[in-house]
């Protein structure tokens, strides 16, 4: 290919290039809240300072396969079984084509047992055309390591209600409703059957 073909030829390709490889850099900031926390924990973007904080905790909560489709393909279509705990969200910034920017949420539970566990809702609309993956993610205990220092607490909140409830539970809570009512009509007809005194 001649010098003359080339350049152009070269810029034409760096023009393409230049906005995927911008966009592929992800989030511009992200926030997470949930239970324990005094406000929410805003965190930095890559290229801010502080940035890299941001990115470690994206690749850990999978954050890449749930947005961009990888092979293999780490994400999980069924929920993982076990006590997830406390949920927390992330929501990620991503800035698109066009000065546009969109916000993709992702749920975490660092404190699932025995390894935290991300979902991300599929069908989440981003760079314009685009559409998360979406799906159950199994991370490691790096990812709960990272959102503690992020600001985290260090041990599973007790006074948190747990997003992950236990259909056991919720039927022994139907039982205990049941029984409950049952008691006060047997009372309300022992009281109308009790003979009035003279």
């Given at each position: 290919m001649k010098r003359g073909v080339l350049v152009p030829f070269v810029i034409a390709l760096l023009a393409v290039l230049a906005p995927t490889a911008a966009l592929a850099k992800g989030a511009s900031e992200a926030?997470?809240?949930g239970p324990g926390l005094d406000g929410p924990i805003s965190l930095a973007g890559e290229g801010q300072l502080g940035g890299e904080v941001l990115m470690q905790i994206a690749e850990e909560a999978g954050f890449f396969p749930a947005v961009f489709v990888r092979s293999p393909d780490p994400m999980l279509d069924e929920r993982p079984a076990g006590d997830l705990g406390p949920k927390y969200t992330i929501t990620y910034v991503m800035p698109g084509p066009n000065n546009e920017v969109d916000e993709?949420?992702?749920?975490?539970?660092p404190y699932a047992k025995p390894d935290p566990v991300t979902y991300t809702a599929p069908g989440q609309p981003f760079f314009g055309t685009e559409q998360t993956r979406g799906g159950w993610f199994v991370a490691t205990s790096l990812l709960r390591d990272q959102l503690v220092a992020a600001g985290l607490p260090q041990n599973r909140p007790t006074?948190?209600?747990?997003?992950?409830r236990s259909p056991w539970a919720l039927a022994a809570g139907l039982v205990l409703l049941a029984v409950a009512l049952c008691a006060c009509v047997f009372g309300a007809y022992v009281i109308r059957r009790r003979p009035a005194t003279v």
């Amino acid at each position: 290919m001649k010098r003359g073909v080339l350049v152009p030829f070269v810029i034409a390709l760096l023009a393409v290039l230049a906005p995927t490889a911008a966009l592929a850099k992800g989030a511009s900031e992200a926030e997470i809240v949930g239970p324990g926390l005094d406000g929410p924990i805003s965190l930095a973007g890559e290229g801010q300072l502080g940035g890299e904080v941001l990115m470690q905790i994206a690749e850990e909560a999978g954050f890449f396969p749930a947005v961009f489709v990888r092979s293999p393909d780490p994400m999980l279509d069924e929920r993982p079984a076990g006590d997830l705990g406390p949920k927390y969200t992330i929501t990620y910034v991503m800035p698109g084509p066009n000065n546009e920017v969109d916000e993709l949420l992702q749920d975490v539970y660092p404190y699932a047992k025995p390894d935290p566990v991300t979902y991300t809702a599929p069908g989440q609309p981003f760079f314009g055309t685009e559409q998360t993956r979406g799906g159950w993610f199994v991370a490691t205990s790096l990812l709960r390591d990272q959102l503690v220092a992020a600001g985290l607490p260090q041990n599973r909140p007790t006074t948190a209600v747990d997003d992950d409830r236990s259909p056991w539970a919720l039927a022994a809570g139907l039982v205990l409703l049941a029984v409950a009512l049952c008691a006060c009509v047997f009372g309300a007809y022992v009281i109308r059957r009790r003979p009035a005194t003279v």
